[in-house]
T-cell receptor, first 111, second 109 residues
């Protein structure tokens, strides 16, 4: 079945540590997105990529980095510069004008 | 700046008690309004896309409508399995979605 796989489901970060969240899709979608979800707030866009080897900052990119070396993969690194990283992270992809499809998220917490 | 406001924040219903959720928006140019359903610990699941005022879409007990300033999601005779958070998002261009904070619906048997 086609879909978006995010891993791990739960992740813990120590002080000063960088962590990487994985997002893989087998839908052959060109565009991929990373969102952050906090309680009581809407999803906020961190980064997006419309094509391989290209990506743009979203509304809250500070403290995060991404790469898009392959069409099916769009990993997100939460760096030590992100001072409030505890949140639910969602990856999405889409094809053309179709709606975005989401993975089941990674919950990141601070140790 | 695009803004999406959903109300109420939470809604508690008895099974069979119909109700409506509101999504009001301000956007420079609307290319689509989207409704998603999100279960706890899961990613949002796509429900509907609406493109122009007057448009309506239906799926089982859910019906979405759109005006120039807001959208409604009507839940008719809800069942406990309709309990979820419902998210509204607007698309001002081809790549970006702006989301509301969601309405959490709880349906009691």
């Amino acid at each position: 079945d086609g879909g978006i796989t995010q891993s791990p489901k739960y992740l813990f970060r120590k002080e000063g540590q960088n962590v990487t969240l994985s997002c893989e899709q087998n839908l052959n979608h060109d565009a991929m997105y990373w969102y952050r979800q906090d309680p009581g707030q809407g999803l906020r866009l961190i980064y997006y990529s419309q094509i391989v080897n290209d990506f743009q900052k979203g509304d809250i990119a500070e403290g995060y980095s991404v790469s898009r070396e392959k069409k099916e993969s769009f990993p997100l690194t939460v760096t030590s510069a992100q001072k409030n990283p505890t949140a639910f992270y969602l990856c999405a992809s889409k094809d053309g004008t179709q709606p975005q499809h989401f993975g089941d998220g990674t919950r990141l917490s601070i140790l | 700046e695009d803004q999406v406001t959903q109300s109420p924040e939470a809604l508690r219903l008895q099974e069979g008690e119909s109700s409506s959720l509101n999504c009001s928006y301000t956007v420079s140019g609307l290319r689509g309004l989207f409704w998603y359903r999100q279960d706890p610990g899961k990613g949002p699941e796509f429900l509907f896309t609406l493109y122009s005022a007057g448009e309506e879409k239906e799926k089982e007990r859910l019906k979405a409508t759109l005006t120039k300033k807001e959208s409604f999601l009507h839940i008719t005779a809800p069942k406990p399995e309709d309990s979820a958070t419902y998210l509204c998002a607007v698309c001002p261009n081809d790549y970006k979605l702006s989301f509301g904070a969601g309405t959490t619906v709880t349906v009691r048997a």
